[in-house]
């Protein structure tokens, strides 16, 4: 579950970020969506995912050990 909800993390760091003004990978998003810097917003996106399938995968991966019916 805990998995699952780490994409709606990063998403809501998007809004936090912007909010209160922290430097971080949402703030660099918007900030480069408003400079129409589009290089730097692919790049970012392609993080975020490429991070978020990694733990849904590590959770996959655990489940699957922890649970000796799930057979891979």
């Known amino acids: ?4 909800q780490f994409g709606f993390v990063l998403a809501g760091s998007v809004l936090v970020e912007t909010v209160f003004s922290f430097p971080g990978i949402g703030w660099l998003i918007v900030e ?19 991070v978020s399938v990694l733990v849904n995968l590590v959770a996959d991966l655990l489940y699957g050990y922890a649970d000796p019916r799930i057979k891979y």
């Open 1 to 4: 579950m805990v998995a699952l």
């Open 32 to 50: 480069s969506i408003g400079m129409r810097d589009f290089p730097v917003v692919q790049g970012s996106i392609l993080l975020v995912t490429f």
